[in-house]
């Protein structure tokens, strides 16, 4: 006889669960959670369910845990175009104005589709930015899909789909990006599936603005139908940090029944036909942080007075900087820094701090030209060679890239997130089997880290889950 999943176990899970991936199950949605929990158990070969609840609530969960729950657990219920009007919208309003402001300039577009499922966004996405854009091999473009859920991601990844997946798509749509295969399904036309990279991301847990993702200073968001199944103050939290993945004047798309004047009050609202979409606009945007400081300062002062005290550190314009920095107010961080390294032309530290923050609002000439600055100063920091490494790799200068992590290698050999990048280099340029042996290096490295230690230069990636994703990046490119 089997054990059966008690309500207090129910609520243990449902708790875990929202804490590392926010998805939600209130006490209404306990049945959904219990069956998905039994395909689990009978996926890692438990006895019952309850056994299997217990081990989970044990201890953090792995990366190989939450993809397993995440298979089970989240729903890829998605098609082609959904939602046609948001799709009239980009290719008629949002695209439009951004290569008309980019055609003389950068011709740079980054556009995520957060929550990707099974691809059908991303790559009607992709449709419609080759409808607007004919010309896109003369443009730098980033079409970055990322799900929790990494079955999804190797479905999207194939590209070859069920006529359900096109119950509102017009035939001509099929007929020109598409391709008949046996068993009467279609596979999406290479040039429209080059154009899309696939990456694995948590939205709750993981870090943006990553060597993993480069989710940054992205000018569109697709993120639909999936605030709705986190938790409140998940939701809340991924909302901030999709506000500053997003470069200044960037756009948010979320699902219709999604829509919130709380949940997206940082954003400016704009009413269009059929729904409303959220916009960056950081000049807008109330300076909390500097706020929150002098609340700080303020509650300091207002302390018991203790015998010996420690002489609170004076605030500096690096130190104000960082903490902004921290808080994506990037706009902000300009304002403090871009006066002070245009008159001292010695200050490493602030050049360097500037030349991320460029970098984070996708003025990547600007970054290189302070990161370089920066270099003349500090030519023995692995840091900021590191962070040249990750511009130029931006601008697709790659061999320059792989010279400056070497670079930083150079200066530390024990740089864990230079070796990372450097495999994401060699798998950019299809050498897998050099990518395996710096994802292995990373590995060994990172075994020096506590679990919860957070990597120096990985904008707060801890050590653990850097770890499994390296893991499972390495068995993902080696099995493939």
């Not at 990494?150 to 479905?155: A, E, I, K, N, V």
């Not at 230079?418 to 990373?442: D, I, S």
Request: glycine share 6%; hydrophobic share 40%.
């Amino acid at each position: 006889m089997t054990d059966a999943i008690s309500p207090v176990q129910l609520a243990q899970l449902s708790g875990v669960i929202a804490a590392q991936t926010g998805l939600h199950f209130p006490g209404a949605r306990w049945p959904d959670l219990e069956r998905g929990i039994c395909a689990v158990a009978r996926e890692l070969d438990f006895p019952d369910a309850a056994a299997c609840v217990r081990w989970l609530v044990a201890s953090p969960l792995t990366q190989h845990q939450i993809a397993v729950l995440a298979n089970h657990l989240t729903i890829g219920e998605t098609y082609f175009f959904r939602e046609p009007h948001v799709f009239a919208m980009l290719e008629e309003e949002i695209l439009p104005a951004l290569v008309r402001a980019r055609r003389e300039h950068t011709r740079r577009l980054r556009i995520w589709s957060a929550g990707c499922a099974t691809g059908e966004e991303p790559y009607s996405i992709a449709i419609s930015i080759s409808k607007v854009i004919p010309d896109r091999q003369d443009w730098d473009i980033t079409l970055l899909a990322t799900d929790i859920n990494p079955r999804f991601q190797q479905t999207a990844s194939e590209g070859v789909y069920r006529e359900w997946s096109f119950r509102e798509t017009p035939g001509w749509i099929k007929a020109q990006y598409f391709s008949r295969q046996p068993g009467g399904r279609l596979a999406i036309r290479p040039a429209i599936q080059q154009m899309v990279t696939f990456a694995h991301l948590n939205l709750v847990d993981d870090a943006y603005a990553s060597t993993l993702t480069n989710a940054m200073a992205m000018d569109v968001i697709f993120c639909r139908n999936v605030l709705m199944y986190l938790a409140p103050e998940q939701a809340m939290q991924v909302v901030r940090k999709l506000y500053h993945a997003l470069a200044d004047g960037g756009w948010l798309i979320v699902g219709t029944n999604e829509t919130s004047r709380v949940l997206f009050a940082s954003f400016q609202a704009v009413s269009m036909p059929g729904a409303v979409l959220y916009r960056k606009d950081a000049s807008c945007e109330p300076p909390a942080s500097r706020q929150h400081a002098v609340k700080c300062r303020g509650s300091k002062q207002n302390a018991p007075r203790r015998t010996l005290r420690a002489k609170p550190q004076q605030p500096t314009p690096c130190r104000e900087a960082l903490a902004l920095s921290q808080q994506g107010h990037y706009t902000e961080v300009v304002d403090t820094l871009g006066g002070l390294c245009a008159h001292d032309h010695t200050n490493a530290q602030a050049m360097g701090l500037l030349a991320r923050t460029c970098a984070n609002q996708g003025r990547l000439s600007e970054a290189r030209q302070w990161c370089e600055q920066a270099l003349a100063v500090d030519k023995l920091n692995a840091g900021l060679h590191y962070l040249r490494a990750i511009i130029l790799q931006e601008q697709d200068a790659l061999d320059e890239a792989t010279d400056a992590l070497k670079r930083a290698l150079y200066l530390d050999q024990h740089f864990v997130l230079a070796h990372l990048c450097l495999g994401t280099l060699a798998l950019r340029r299809g050498q897998v089997e050099a990518a395996g042996k710096h994802f292995e290096t990373t590995l060994a490295l990172l075994s020096a880290y506590r679990r919860d230690e957070i990597l120096p230069e990985s904008e707060g990636m801890t050590a653990g889950r850097l770890r499994e994703i390296i893991a499972f990046m390495h068995q993902k490119h080696t099995t493939s």
